[in-house]
């Protein structure tokens, strides 16, 4: 990912076609049923501040992009607790606990040899990365000798893994997805939560990071290699190139649908936007996240109200926590807490006593305007040691992707189409 974000800087914006309000009935009839659907675990992890505060994961991105700290790892995290969303794939006839990442394409399982790396990229006691179980044996479907794995997440200086491809029969959410190609990690720097053992990457395949030969230090686009990732794997084995995704604050009710969306969900009108293509590094452009440009976001308080309408364009990433926004968009909405959120440069991010009034926040896409729950605003699991202050759900990061995270689909649910229409919908649940 790191050669694919030093690439975007200069996001081109792509026409967007704002979609037409539709009624209930019609959009309800659109969006299909899913008759496979997954209850996810939110977690909140717990990390010492030793390990985060010298390593970041792009996942929790807080980061005040200073790039000041000892070894090109770009900014600190020095947060305690965290959000994350898990679920359970069974691979190899075993059952693995994975994070749920839109922002990424590789499926990956930590393989019993992985070598954990610190920040000096030393060897270091493979407890330091916190990972969870090992996969058990090697790849059921076999290797794919002649690729490797590699990926670095959040930048050119974020944590990394190396590893081997493969291939394995998956099952999440009572759908067997066969012959998917997979990594298991070998090598790497990485912050676990001691639970998960790699991720689900629920990404498109312009992101998957295989790449041909057997030298990580040489790879380049030059040798990599789309594959087909969960999803279009997944989409084929259903003929339904359909997922979604309710992330909720309350962990019994956040899913993960194959198909469509759950019979049971209860949810508002569906606006409707397309999926926006990228620029490639060297000419034209192609799909690599689920990026969109939001209409305009609005924020206020009691006090004051301000509409942002000329925006950049936006990822929509179940792997970060925050919504990451422009430096100066992200300091006025900070400052429409009451009392304000502080920037607390240490930490590289907003926080403000646990008990303010966050600003009504909402986000505009497809016509529709989306207002976050004033409780997704103030992050109770993320404290400052030092004051007792809580995360703010708004952090900032210049020079790369805006994000729409897990504060912004909470209470949502979000439909990925990957099929022909290339879309995404968001309703509120009701
Ligand atoms: C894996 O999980 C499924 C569903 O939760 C369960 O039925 C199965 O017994 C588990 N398998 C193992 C090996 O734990
Ligand atoms: C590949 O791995 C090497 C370390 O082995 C790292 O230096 C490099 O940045 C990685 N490249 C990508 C594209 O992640
Ligand atoms: C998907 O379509 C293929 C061929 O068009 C068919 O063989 C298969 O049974 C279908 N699968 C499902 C789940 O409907
Ligand atoms: C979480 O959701 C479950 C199921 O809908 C409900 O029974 C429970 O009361 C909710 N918990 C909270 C804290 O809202
Ligand atoms: C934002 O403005 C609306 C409409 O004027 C108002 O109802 C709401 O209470 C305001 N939000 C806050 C946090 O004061």
Redesign the pocket.
Known sequence: ???LLRCLVALLLLALASAAPFSDSKRAAQVPVASHVVRLTKNTVSRSSALSSTRVRKFRAFTDGTGSSAVGIATALPVHYQAEYLVEVNAGGNNYSLLIDTGSSDTWFVRNDFQCLDAYLRIVHVSYCNLGPYFKGDFPGGQILEQHF???YGGADGP?L?GLMGYSDLTVAGVTIPKQQIALATLGIWIGDGISSGILGLGLPGLT?AFVGMS??E?GLQNLVNYSPVVTTVATQLNKSIFSLGLSRNSSESFLALGGVPQHVKVGNYANVPIQKMPKSFGGSDYFYYALTPDSLVWNSSRSRVQQETLPQVIVDSGTTLNVFPYEIARSINEHFIPKAVYTTSLGGWFVSCNAKPPSFGVKIGGQMFWTDPASMILPEVKDPATGYCATGIGAMDGSLYILGDVFMQGLVAVFDVGPNMEMRFAKRI
């Open positions: 990912m790191a050669l590699n990926i670095t990394f190396n990071e990580p230090v790879d």
